[in-house]
């Protein structure tokens, strides 16, 4: 009992060995540079919409206050009220969901975090380095490619603000010690309190003081490591485990953890400890045949070993120390609570864990990049560690900087049609079912970089759908069914996945019978956009302008131009049902009857070709005629007609007086200027 109070008893934290004198500037370079970086990198997510699960998030809040969220999480899979209740905060003091303000949130937090691990890594390195170790602490946390998943989502600011939350613990407690004050005390043990209201990894937040402690004892600037503050922090994480546990909320899980599933995560935990040479795993793959697991630990295992080593043989007992607790325990929750295949599609996970990895690269490299004081080499000798230091700093900032703006990229990919389905969804009567084709579930390049994990842009996945999407930004619901047609997919310089149920023509026919207006997504390599295709309900029988075969008449329902395109409206009704296969052709013409552009195809952008059809159905078809950059100016003439794509022959057209038209192509619009 004696020595349960003398550990629990505050020892005074000496302030150990004299510290060589040295200049700040490395610091101040390297934070101020770090903090420009990550505003480079993520400034272009500020105008994305709404990601993968926020949609879900939002509309949970929407009927709740702010204090609701820390008492209750019945409909919802996790107890994390504390970004909830400041999401609702902004919305009552807005009066709307700002999306670009929430988000500035996260690049925020990522700053503030990035100062935190600079000035942390200056305190945990205590020779003539320690400066230029913050610096580049910063910089490799600022380029952590995993995180590039973790800032775009507002998720409640679950990531970004976590890791400011325990950094700032950490570096207030840190404060506390050292001036041996008991308000900056309190405030560290209150945000150790408070971490895990944000997200899980919180209740992490008493091993980290532990490790704080251990490595004061470890410096000799205690006799021993002070257990009253990691016992308090122990005490309010377990307390928020049991209120974890007993609060109403969605029951999931993914089972208990087994060794091979250990193994696999542990493999991508690996990896990302060891992301700057981590690449190289891909060559041992493709010209050795080697597996994934085989490649990453052949590559990465022996880099952490002399990783490790030579952070031992420069004595950095401190970086070592914090920065391996901090990785290993921020990894725990997901190497024991979910499964592999969660983790190698979430790289948002390594994004708490790298601030130990920044830790451990960026003092190794400090080091490394300046020798001895006592090195006795002439001038020119030494130089060459700074420079292959320098050299191999911005290969891993660019390298990552260019994998990071890559996957913004992607993610800005669905920007576009996301926010059309918005605004048609205004435009849609409420008791109206919209209905989607082909829109974006995921994207990922084709060019694999890390030897694991599926590193693209999940846009929204499967279990939440394209009615909470649309809730969540509209704040009015609206039905819509999203289904996948593979007929009219196409392939891009990117692999792509898509929302709904994979339907054949059958049940393409079905979804059309059912819905109003048909939208359908067009993915093209540098852009992807939500087209309105027309719609096979509710379409009225208008007067016809022209007849072709006596199966199908059409007419000009609506038209539109603009200086890069002319939009149709077409309304079709079929006469007969057609006993073989007929497609549309809808040419533009110049004054001089060269054929400008055109835009073929069955109606409804491909979805409904006549053949589905009996004889009765009026179907609405848009077309849009895209004006190439040569196009020559108007007078323009715009022809309309079938063709029999087997046979290669167009069906005989004939006016509404029963007069035969030329080419068997109707002249439906003309446009003067």
Same mark, same amino acid.
């Given at each position: 009992?004696?020595?349960?109070?003398?550990?629990?008893?505050?020892?005074?934290?000496?302030?150990?060995?004299?510290?060589?004198?040295?200049?700040?500037?490395?610091?101040?370079?390297?934070?101020?540079?770090?903090?420009?970086?990550?505003?480079?990198?993520?400034?272009?997510?500020?105008?994305?919409?709404?990601?993968?699960?926020?949609?879900?998030?939002?509309?949970?809040?929407?009927?709740?206050?702010?204090?609701?969220?820390?008492?209750?999480?019945?409909?919802?899979?996790?107890?994390?009220?504390?970004?909830?209740?400041?999401?609702?905060?902004?919305?009552?003091?807005?009066?709307?969901?700002?999306?670009?303000?929430?988000?500035?949130?996260?690049?925020?937090?990522?700053?503030?975090?990035?100062?935190?691990?600079?000035?942390?890594?200056?305190?945990?390195?205590?020779?003539?380095?320690?400066?230029?170790?913050?610096?580049?602490?910063?910089?490799?946390?600022?380029?952590?490619?995993?995180?590039?998943?973790?800032?775009?989502?507002?998720?409640?600011?679950?990531?970004?603000?976590?890791?400011?939350?325990? =950094?700032?613990?950490?570096? @207030?407690? +840190?404060?506390?010690?050292? !001036?041996?004050?008991?308000?900056? %005390? $309190?405030?560290? /043990? &209150?945000?150790?309190?408070?971490?895990?209201?944000?997200?899980?990894?919180?209740?992490?937040?008493?091993?980290? =003081?532990?490790?704080?402690? @251990?490595? +004061?004892?470890?410096?000799? !600037?205690?006799?021993?490591?002070? %257990? $009253?503050?990691? /016992? &308090?922090?122990?005490?309010?994480?377990?307390?928020?485990?049991?209120?974890?546990?007993?609060?109403?909320?969605?029951?999931?899980?993914?089972?208990?953890?087994?060794?091979?599933?250990?193994?696999?995560?542990?493999?991508?935990?690996?990896?990302? /400890?060891?992301?700057?040479?981590?690449?190289?795993?891909?060559?041992?793959?493709?010209?050795?045949?080697?597996?994934?697991?085989?490649?990453?630990?052949?590559?990465?295992?022996?880099?952490?070993?002399?990783?490790?080593?030579?952070?031992?043989?420069?004595?950095?007992?401190?970086?070592?120390?914090?920065?391996?607790?901090?990785?290993?325990?921020?990894?725990?929750?997901?190497?024991?609570?979910?499964?592999?295949?969660?983790?190698?599609?979430?790289?948002?996970?390594?994004?708490?864990?790298?601030?130990?990895?920044?830790?451990?690269?960026?003092?190794?490299?400090?080091?490394?990049?300046?020798?001895?004081?006592?090195?006795?080499?002439?001038?020119?000798?030494?130089?060459?560690?700074?420079?292959?230091?320098?050299?191999?700093?911005?290969?891993?900032?660019?390298?990552?900087?260019?994998?990071?703006?890559?996957?913004?990229?992607?993610?800005?990919?669905?920007?576009?049609?996301?926010?059309?389905?918005?605004?048609?969804?205004?435009?849609?009567?409420?008791?109206?079912?919209?209905?989607?084709?082909?829109?974006?579930?995921?994207?990922?390049?084709?060019?694999?970089?890390?030897?694991?994990?599926?590193?693209?842009?999940?846009?929204?996945?499967?279990?939440?759908?394209?009615?909470?999407?649309?809730?969540?930004?509209?704040?009015?619901?609206?039905?819509?069914?999203?289904?996948?047609?593979?007929?009219?997919?196409?392939?891009?310089?990117?692999?792509?996945?898509?929302?709904?149920?994979?339907?054949?023509?059958?049940?393409?026919?079905?979804?059309?019978?059912?819905?109003?207006?048909?939208?359908?997504?067009?993915?093209?390599?540098?852009?992807?956009?939500?087209?309105?295709?027309?719609?096979?309900?509710?379409?009225?029988?208008?007067?016809?302008?022209?007849?072709?075969?006596?199966?199908?008449?059409?007419?000009?329902?609506?038209?539109?131009?603009?200086?890069?395109?002319?939009?149709?409206?077409?309304?079709?009704?079929?006469?007969?049902?057609?006993?073989?296969?007929?497609?549309?052709?809808?040419?533009?013409?110049?004054?001089?009857?060269?054929?400008?552009?055109?835009?073929?195809?069955?109606?409804?952008?491909?979805?409904?070709?006549?053949?589905?059809?009996?004889?009765?159905?009026?179907?609405?078809?848009?077309?849009?005629?895209?004006?190439?950059?040569?196009?020559?100016?108007?007078?323009?003439?715009?022809?309309?007609?079938?063709?029999?794509?087997?046979?290669?022959?167009?069906?005989?057209?004939?006016?509404?007086?029963?007069?035969?038209?030329?080419?068997?192509?109707?002249?439906?619009?003309?446009?003067?200027?």
């Amino acid at each position: 009992m004696a020595a349960w109070k003398r550990l629990l008893r505050r020892p005074v934290l000496q302030a150990g060995a004299v510290v060589p004198p040295a200049s700040r500037w490395p610091l101040y370079v390297g934070v101020t540079l770090a903090v420009w970086l990550s505003y480079y990198l993520y400034a272009g997510s500020l105008g994305l919409p709404f990601l993968q699960e926020d949609s879900t998030h939002i509309l949970w809040m929407s009927a709740r206050s702010p204090w609701d969220s820390f008492v209750t999480a019945v409909g919802d899979p996790a107890y994390r009220p504390l970004g909830k209740a400041l999401i609702k905060c902004w919305y009552l003091l807005l009066g709307h969901h700002d999306i670009a303000w929430l988000r500035f949130h996260n690049i925020t937090f990522n700053v503030l975090s990035i100062s935190l691990v600079g000035l942390i890594a200056s305190w945990l390195d205590r020779g003539r380095t320690r400066y230029l170790s913050g610096g580049a602490a910063a910089l490799f946390f600022a380029a952590l490619p995993f995180a590039y998943q973790a800032i775009p989502w507002i998720n409640n600011f679950f990531y970004p603000l976590e890791n400011l939350l325990l =950094l700032a613990m950490t570096a @207030v407690y +840190w404060q506390a010690r050292q !001036r041996h004050s008991n308000m900056l %005390l $309190g405030v560290a /043990l &209150f945000l150790s309190f408070l971490a895990p209201f944000e997200i899980e990894y919180g209740v992490m937040s008493g091993g980290i =003081l532990f490790a704080l402690e @251990v490595i +004061w004892w470890w410096q000799k !600037r205690q006799p021993y490591p002070w %257990l $009253g503050g990691v /016992l &308090f922090a122990l005490l309010v994480n377990s307390l928020y485990v049991l209120r974890w546990l007993t609060i109403p909320k969605q029951a999931y899980g993914f089972g208990l953890p087994t060794l091979n599933r250990i193994f696999l995560i542990s493999t991508y935990f690996l990896q990302g /400890l060891m992301y700057p040479i981590a690449p190289l795993a891909r060559p041992f793959m493709s010209r050795l045949g080697l597996s994934d697991i085989a490649a990453i630990w052949l590559v990465c295992l022996p880099a952490l070993i002399l990783l490790v080593g030579y952070l031992l043989k420069k004595r950095q007992w401190a970086a070592l120390l914090l920065g391996g607790f901090w990785f290993v325990l921020l990894n725990m929750p997901a190497l024991v609570f979910v499964n592999f295949d969660y983790v190698v599609n979430g790289p948002r996970l390594l994004y708490p864990p790298g601030v130990g990895i920044a830790w451990l690269w960026g003092t190794a490299v400090a080091t490394f990049a300046r020798p001895a004081p006592k090195d006795t080499r002439p001038a020119a000798a030494r130089l060459w560690q700074p420079v292959v230091t320098a050299l191999f700093l911005l290969a891993v900032l660019a390298a990552n900087s260019w994998f990071v703006r890559d996957r913004v990229w992607h993610y800005r990919l669905a920007e576009r049609p996301i926010k059309q389905l918005n605004a048609a969804a205004l435009r849609t009567p409420p008791d109206e079912q919209m209905l989607v084709v082909n829109f974006p579930s995921w994207i990922t390049p084709k060019t694999d970089i890390y030897a694991m994990g599926h590193h693209g842009a999940a846009i929204l996945p499967f279990y939440i759908g394209m009615e909470a999407l649309i809730a969540a930004h509209n704040e009015q619901a609206q039905a819509v069914r999203e289904i996948q047609f593979l007929n009219v997919r196409q392939e891009q310089p990117y692999y792509y996945g898509m929302l709904g149920e994979t339907v054949d023509y059958d049940g393409l026919r079905r979804y059309l019978a059912e819905s109003g207006d048909v939208y359908l997504t067009q993915w093209q390599a540098t852009q992807v956009n939500l087209a309105y295709a027309g719609r096979v309900t509710a379409v009225h029988a208008e007067t016809a302008v022209a007849t072709f075969g006596d199966q199908l008449a059409v007419a000009l329902t609506d038209s539109a131009s603009s200086d890069d395109a002319i939009t149709l409206t077409l309304t079709w009704q079929l006469r007969q049902k057609p006993d073989h296969d007929l497609s549309v052709f809808v040419h533009l013409y110049g004054a001089d009857g060269q054929l400008i552009t055109q835009a073929d195809g069955y109606p409804l952008l491909g979805l409904s070709p006549f053949w589905l059809w009996e004889a009765g159905q009026t179907l609405r078809d848009q077309r849009t005629l895209t004006l190439p950059d040569d196009a020559p100016p108007p007078p323009y003439r715009v022809a309309v007609g079938i063709y029999d794509p087997v046979l290669n022959m167009r069906l005989a057209a004939v006016d509404a007086n029963g007069a035969a038209i030329p080419d068997d192509a109707a002249v439906l619009l003309v446009i003067e200027q």
